[in-house]
C-alpha cells in the first residue's frame, strides 16, 4: 500500500506546485499567501509519504485529496484533478490493502511448506 500511495502523493506535489503557478495570477492573492499555502500543503503530501501506513495516515491523506479539490476555488482546474487524485489515492489505499494481504497470505504459504531441519 505504501509504494501506491506515495506514487499518488508524489504525484499531488507537482499538481499543488502547478496550481500555485497558475493561482499567482489571481491579483486578489499575494505571492507570498499562494507560495505559503502551496509549500504547506506540497510538504504534507511528501511527510505523508512515509507516515501512510501508520494510525491515521490514510485519513490524513483523505483530509489532504479533500483540501486538493477544495482548491478548485481558487484554480477552478483543480476540482477536476482535486476529484481525479481523489480516485487515484481511493484506488492506491483499496488495491494496496489487498495486495499487502496477498503477500501476508503467499509469505504464510511459503512459512509453512518450508521443512523443519529438526
Known sequence: MRTLCASTLIGEVFI??????????????????????????????????????????????????????????VVPTMFFLGACFAALWWASVHYGRKIDEAKARFAAQADSSTPNPA
Open 16 to 73: 499543488i506546485g502547478f496550481a500555485g503557478l497558475v493561482a499567482m495570477k489571481d491579483d486578489d492573492l499575494s505571492m507570498a499567501t499562494v507560495w505559503t499555502v502551496s509549500g504547506i500543503a506540497m510538504f504534507l503530501c511528501l511527510a505523508l509519504c512515509g507516515m501512510v501506513t501508520r494510525p491515521g495516515g490514510v485519513a490524513l491523506g483523505w483530509a489532504l485529496q479533500i483540501a486538493l479539490i477544495a482548491s478548485g476555488f
